[in-house]
């Protein structure tokens, strides 16, 4: 069974830091694309970070500077977001774009992260 799962939300500070980490386990291979979106409540989901095969990263020009998409091996990826804002309460959900018989775009179910003092 192919199965994305995202790890780290949680509760911080204003100005605090977390790493958010997403896997891809059972039938997901050829993963090309990974990323991170995120939805506040009442709001679209929109792309955070995103890191290709090749290394390539893309980010909203809202966290340019504070957060860090990496991608530790071929089926997983780190967002690491630092001086969080209130505003950036949302659930994040970690995606990935897969060949494999057909090329298929996978989601994780989100992690929720409050920013809050």
């Known amino acids: 069974q192919a199965q994305l799962v995202e790890s780290g939300g949680g509760l911080v500070q204003p100005g605090g830091s977390l790493r958010l980490s997403c896997a891809a386990s059972?039938?997901?291979?050829?993963?090309?694309?990974m990323g991170w979106y995120r939805q506040a409540p009442g709001k679209q989901r929109e792309l955070v970070a995103s890191?290709?095969?090749?290394?390539?990263t893309n980010y909203a020009d809202s966290v340019k500077g504070r957060f860090t998409v990496s991608r530790d091996n071929y089926k997983s990826t780190v967002l690491q977001m630092n001086s969080l804002k209130p505003e950036e309460t949302a659930v994040y959900y970690c995606s990935c774009t897969a060949d494999g018989p057909v090329r298929r775009t996978y989601w994780g179910q989100g992690t929720q992260v409050t920013v809050s003092s």
């Open positions: 890191i290709t095969s090749g290394g390539s």
């Open positions: 059972g039938s997901i291979f050829s993963i090309d694309r």
